[in-house]
């Protein structure tokens, strides 16, 4: 009976999301078909992750191979909300630039991704959108590089070619522009997995913020001991433009594309470049500088899923859904029935037969400060497993502490 | 596991051959004599050490430096190697092989007849230790901060006034003339009336993920080094990078207030007060045993309406360091003798005559020996200790609980919230109890 009622839900919820996805999501277009990159692999990942949010609903569009016929190419781009480019190749027809020019000038949003900073280097107008690109003859007849020095961003007109990138390295990307929708509750600074790290990028930097760097440590190899831009947020006349120059694709995404921090700065941009706000939540999984955060299947783990790891708990393994208990507890603020559903939700663990020693000293540890008179009798009756004799004291102590 | 144990036993039992080796202590406290007797070596401090790590040794070399000022005769950790590596400083120092050793510091506090001692241990242990040693009427130099909760705060307190004796806390940076002159200037009103304070602390580190279960050193006694904090097996980390798990500290945050939260407070007037409403938000680790925020941002508003922020340095206009802000201009001072302003000539201005000083002291340990001789009080006295952590602490608690805290600095207590009141103190592990007063 449960199992069904569960699938019953599982269903509702699939169908709400999916109705999100295909009737009230932003209309995204991202297009591919031409890269340096394996454009195979990073495509449908950036539409997983753009519709996981709920806000977008994408479609990939594949241009004709290198070589073939452009004008072929001729999208209606004032169907979408939101471009996504994924896309270093051949030039698009003069009729489909000026489409896309019409699109942005006139309110569309559109996502650089990556090699897309690459690409067009003759096309003026495109290289204004993205402010900064990369390789293709890039040199200081595009624009300055632009770069972080000693916490102050310089603008350096430095003769020079443009684009490069060491060898690949986890590295912290660091926050500077803290009050910008997109960057706003997202740590100081954050480890980003083994990726690409996009250097002495340069172009017109007109209109641009560069919202978050990353030092280029020449002890790395290949380093510019500059820090780079890796987001950036471009106005150009009523258009929003969102670049990450991260993301580099290997098989399965890798860790460049799997990073927490690359999949939800890139959500948050896309959001920003549509409306001009993000109205998602900074998830609790979003790395810090304590290290690099993946998610293999490019979703976040929810709470119901955290519980029910959390069960099994051995920290051996992974701290992370405790992690995402200890978010909800605080998220849960100010609201008491979410934290005594909460606090329910615990105690079911904490006297469940499946439950692991482990997981009942964390479960003890949080309740003891968070818990009610509702968790008492349950904590009292561990209080004789000699297990977890001393946390079920300690919890006990303190839940009835100030009484 | 057997042999590890045996061979831990040996190593405790061989300590305590070479604590019995010595009955009576040969070297008489300058206590004894009366405070301000001219012989030597009476005239020495004589002190002892607990918690003979990184910062105690560091302490230890600290006070050997300042002119026979005092006389090191024994010292207590629950490390076998750093024992006998704080054991071989003093013997160098004394020139004889005299120095006592224990591995318990009940046995040390019952034992030694000191003038005073000097503590370094990981913060979990501070609210017990601190207050056996103070009952013990012995003068304390001991290590920021002094207390891993309000409660264990309130206690040290509370046994320093009750029991009338020298207190310093580690917080040398007073002693440092830069940091003094930027506090006296803020003080008195050479950027107007102080309106904001900016505390800038240490980003916080990678962490190590979970580290496999191992065999404790045979050196170490895990269950006293654990002492009143939950019982965890070991992971090959005890030493120094306790302070990257809550259960023996709070982080940087927490390690770092006792240096530049108590810097801000001096130059603000606020070291006798606390904050009135805190609120804020940690970034924690997602995954591994280090569980201590890498970053933190919070507010602490104060009844005369100065705000201040700490943060994380990432995330402060001046990074590291504390900043006043008044209606007139800023000072900023951080460590490296770094200190600036929003127009240098107030950094020329003098304090006049008729203004306030505050206290001047060169060194930091040569202050506390000078006042356990003298009978004043040192230039890091308890309470502002306390003060100092207990803004970190709060911040702590409002981060940890989502919750905007209100708290009471006169009472000392949080106002209307029966949850977050809870994390005020850590209920120790059984037998382990804070001393009473």
């Given at each position: 009976m449960k199992k069904q009622y569960l699938l019953l839900i599982i269903a509702g919820l699939l169908t709400f999301f999916s109705a999100c996805n295909t009737e009230s999501g932003y209309k995204t277009l991202i297009i591919t078909g031409q890269n340096n990159h394996d454009w195979k692999t990073s495509s449908p990942i950036l539409k997983q992750i753009l519709d996981e949010t709920g806000l977008f609903s994408s479609e990939v569009m594949i241009t004709p191979d290198k070589g073939g016929d452009m004008t072929a190419f001729n999208p209606d781009f004032s169907k979408y909300k939101l471009v996504v480019l994924d896309y270093n190749g051949d030039s698009w027809s003069d009729k489909t630039n000026a489409a896309f020019l019409d699109f942005v000038k006139n309110g569309g949003g559109v996502v650089i991704y990556h090699a897309a900073d690459n690409s067009f280097p003759g096309w003026k107008e495109y290289n204004e959108m993205i402010g900064l690109g990369g390789w293709g003859d890039r040199n200081e007849k595009d624009g300055p590089y632009v770069y972080y020095k000693n916490d102050q961003l310089v603008v350096d007109t430095a003769a020079g070619p443009g684009g490069t990138h060491g060898k690949r390295r986890e590295f912290i990307v660091r926050t500077r522009i803290a009050d910008h929708p997109v960057m706003k509750g997202l740590p100081a600074r954050w480890f980003h997995g083994t990726d690409e790290l996009y250097s002495l990028l340069r172009g017109p930097a007109k209109n641009m913020q560069v919202l978050a760097t990353a030092f280029a440590d020449s002890a790395a190899g290949g380093g510019t001991m500059r820090d780079e831009p890796m987001l950036m947020a471009i106005t150009y006349e009523k258009g929003r433009i969102f670049h990450t120059a991260m993301g580099h694709a290997d098989e399965g995404g890798g860790p460049a594309m799997q990073c927490a921090g690359f999949i939800v700065t890139l959500q948050r941009g896309a959001e920003w470049a549509v409306t001009g706000n993000v109205t998602q939540e900074v998830p609790f999984d979003f790395p810090s500088a304590a290290g690099v955060v993946l998610r293999p299947d490019f979703k976040e783990v929810t709470l119901a899923e955290a519980l029910s790891k959390l069960g099994g708990y051995d920290i051996a393994k992974s701290t992370k859904y405790l992690t995402c208990l200890q978010s909800n507890i605080s998220n849960a603020a100010g609201d008491p029935g979410k934290l005594l559903d909460l606090e329910k939700q615990?105690?079911?663990?904490?006297?469940?037969?499946?439950?692991?020693?482990?997981?009942?000293?964390?479960?003890?540890?949080e309740l003891s400060w968070m818990g009610t008179d509702y968790s008492v009798s349950a904590v009292k009756g561990l209080v004789s497993d000699p297990e977890i004799k001393d946390e079920a004291e300690y919890a006990l102590a303190r839940l009835q502490s100030g009484k | 596991m057997t042999d590890k144990s045996s061979r831990r036993e040996f190593v405790k039992q061989s300590a305590k051959v070479v604590a019995g080796a010595?009955?009576?202590?040969?070297?008489?406290?300058?206590?004894?004599?009366?405070?301000?007797?001219?012989?030597?070596?009476?005239?020495?401090?004589?002190?002892?050490?607990?918690?003979?790590?990184?910062?105690?040794?560091?302490?230890?070399?600290?006070?050997?430096?300042?002119?026979?000022?005092?006389?090191?005769?024994?010292?207590?950790?629950?490390?076998?190697?750093?024992?006998?590596?704080?054991?071989?400083?003093?013997?160098?120092?004394?020139?004889?092989?005299?120095?006592?050793?224990?591995?318990?510091?009940?046995?040390?506090?019952?034992?030694?007849?000191?003038?005073?001692?000097?503590?370094?241990?990981?913060?979990?242990?501070?609210?017990?230790?601190?207050?056996?040693?103070?009952?013990?009427?012995?003068?304390?130099?001991?290590?920021?901060?002094?207390?891993?909760?309000?409660?264990?705060?309130?206690?040290?307190?509370?046994?320093?006034?009750?029991?009338?004796?020298?207190?310093?806390?580690?917080?040398?940076?007073?002693?440092?003339?830069?940091?003094?002159?930027?506090?006296?200037?803020?003080?008195?009103?050479?950027?107007?009336?102080?309106?904001?304070?900016?505390?800038?602390?240490?980003?916080?580190?990678?962490?190590?993920?979970?580290?496999?279960?191992?065999?404790?050193?045979?050196?170490?006694?895990?269950?006293?080094?654990?002492?009143?904090?939950?019982?965890?097996?070991?992971?090959?980390?005890?030493?120094?990078?306790?302070?990257?798990?809550?259960?023996?500290?709070?982080?940087?945050?927490?390690?770092?207030a006792g240096h530049h939260i108590d810097i801000a407070n001096w130059g603000a007037g606020l070291?006798?007060?606390?904050?009135?409403?805190?609120?804020?938000?940690?970034?924690?680790?997602?995954?591994?045993?280090?569980?201590?925020?890498?970053?933190?941002?919070?507010?602490?508003?104060?009844?005369?309406?100065?705000?201040?922020?700490?943060?994380?340095?990432?995330?402060?206009?001046?990074?590291?360091?504390?900043?006043?802000?008044?209606?007139?201009?800023?000072?900023?001072?951080?460590?490296?003798?770094?200190?600036?302003?929003?127009?240098?000539?107030?950094?020329?201005?003098?304090?006049?005559?008729?203004?306030?000083?505050?206290?001047?002291?060169?060194?930091?340990?040569?202050?506390?020996?000078?006042?356990?001789?003298?009978?004043?009080?040192?230039?890091?006295?308890?309470?502002?200790?306390?003060?100092?952590?207990?803004?970190?602490?709060?911040?702590?608690?409002?981060?940890?609980?989502?919750?905007?805290?209100k708290w009471d600095p006169d009472k000392e207590e949080i106002i209307g919230n029966p949850r977050a009141s809870k994390l005020l103190s850590g209920p120790y592990r059984q037998p382990w109890q804070l001393p009473t007063v």
């Open positions: 615990m105690v079911t663990l904490l006297t469940g037969k499946e439950t692991t020693a482990e997981a009942k000293k964390l479960l003890l540890r | 010595i009955i009576l202590p040969n070297i008489i406290p300058a206590s004894a004599l009366g405070k301000g007797g001219s012989t030597a070596p009476s005239d020495r401090i004589v002190i002892g050490a607990i918690g003979t790590g990184s910062q105690g040794t560091s302490n230890m070399r600290d006070f050997l430096e300042l002119k026979k000022a005092v006389q090191f005769v024994s010292v207590c950790d629950v490390d076998a190697l750093h024992l006998a590596n704080a054991k071989k400083i003093v013997d160098e120092a004394n020139k004889n092989t005299d120095c006592r050793t224990y591995d318990d510091y009940r046995e040390f506090l019952e034992k030694e007849k000191l003038d005073a001692v000097s503590i370094a241990l990981p913060d979990h242990w501070h609210g017990i230790i601190y207050t056996a040693a103070v009952n013990k009427k012995l003068n304390v130099y001991g290590e920021k901060p002094i207390c891993r909760t309000i409660e264990d705060g309130k206690t040290i307190v509370g046994a320093v006034k009750k029991n009338n004796i020298i207190w310093q806390t580690g917080s040398w940076q007073r002693s440092q003339s830069h940091f003094h002159h930027a506090a006296e200037l803020a003080i008195n009103g050479r950027i107007g009336k102080i309106k904001n304070i900016e505390v800038g602390l240490p980003d916080g580190g990678k962490g190590i993920g979970t580290p496999p279960v191992k065999d404790v050193p045979a050196e170490l006694n895990w269950e006293m080094w654990l002492g009143p904090a939950l019982k965890v097996p070991y992971r090959g980390v005890a030493h120094w990078d306790w302070r990257w798990i809550l259960d023996y500290s709070g982080g940087q945050l927490t390690d770092w070291e006798h007060t606390g904050p009135v409403e805190i609120s804020g938000k940690g970034v924690y680790p997602l995954d591994g045993i280090f569980n201590a925020p890498v970053e933190y941002d919070f507010l602490c508003k104060y009844a005369n309406g100065i705000e201040m922020h700490v943060a994380n340095a990432a995330r402060q206009p001046h990074g590291m360091g504390a900043t006043w802000y008044g209606d007139l201009g800023w000072i900023h001072v951080d460590r490296g003798n770094r200190i600036s302003a929003s127009d240098p000539k107030i950094l020329e201005e003098e304090i006049g005559e008729n203004e306030i000083k505050l206290y001047k002291s060169d060194n930091h340990w040569q202050n506390f020996v000078d006042c356990v001789r003298s009978g004043k009080q040192a230039i890091a006295p308890v309470e502002v200790a306390y003060r100092a952590i207990s803004v970190a602490l709060l911040g702590e608690i409002a981060m940890t609980t989502g919750e905007t805290i």
